[in-house]
């Protein structure tokens, strides 16, 4: 059951859910992460009735549920203990005020529910030591992407701090715990999280952008050559393809699609191209070639985009010890 575009996944996602009733559904749900559950459970609150017709194709082994032929339609009850049973009462409550009345939430675990733009909203007028804080809590994409709402000026500090930040103190969790009302679990205990440092700014920064990663390093370089140097020794952005071997280009190549690699490698060196090339059938690098004359002028955040993709793929084969990756540094405009 392909779906033709990700609106048409998610509503059979959120179909499927609602058929499979609470219990089914809550098993579901424990295995994705907070974004899918929030579109998820957004769409099955604003779901209309499905009649037997629609469901039917969707799992033809649930038919025995749809004998009567009734209309489906998730109720805010259904929707309510789904997500209690798969997230557990205090992370649910958060989401559910969200997903049925569009309230926003506050707390650094609540952050990783909202989107960006509303996340920066929320953080961006604390201290930058307690933002700084806040965003090595979250994963890395997130935190780049809220970084990306704060000003030149807020951004720059913020990376400053967490690169300096060589833990969280008891007292510091206590207080984002009294300004944003729900804070980590553990915040009580007498050992500081072992959380920030350089590579954890360099995670964070692989995801910012090229235009604002090279003013944020600017930026570290005037206060500490040294440490801004460190930090591009820790990151990992496209060009750094070059530096793994052939079998590992190959494992890569196998996981991506032909599409979004023509896009990434319209913003890539010569060098990487020959070696994207050389790791392909003569066949496939001759068809690659002639894609890539044929296509136009791309945006580069339309390049960067599919090589963030790509990288994605390439971190978690790394984690999966299939390939070895190393690190570095990019720049805007049209490629």
Known sequence: MAAANPEEGLEKAALLLVTLGADEAAEVLKHLGPREVQ?????????????????EPLLVELNEHFDKGIA???????????????????????LISRVLQGSDTAGIENLKWLDPSTASDLIKNEHPQIIATILVHLPYDQAGEILKHFSDRLRNDVVLRIATLDGVQPQALKELNESLTKMLSGAAATKKAAMGGVRHAAEILNFVGAAAETAVLDNVRDYDPELAQKILDEMFVFEN?????????????????????????????PELREKVFKNMSSRAAEMMREDLEAKGPVRLSEVEAEQKEILKVVRRLAEEGQVVMGGKGGDDGFV
């Open 241 to 269: 393809l070059l530096d793994i071997d052939d079998r590992g280009i190959q494992t890569i190549l196998r996981e991506i699609q032909s599409d979004s690699l023509i896009i990434a490698l319209k913003g890539a060196s």
């Open 72 to 94: 489906i339609q998730a109720d805010e009850e259904q929707i309510r203990l789904m997500l209690t049973k798969a997230l557990g009462d205090e992370r649910a409550a958060h």
């Open 39 to 55: 579109k998820l459970g957004m769409k099955m609150a604003t779901m209309p009735a499905q009649q037997r017709a629609k469901v």
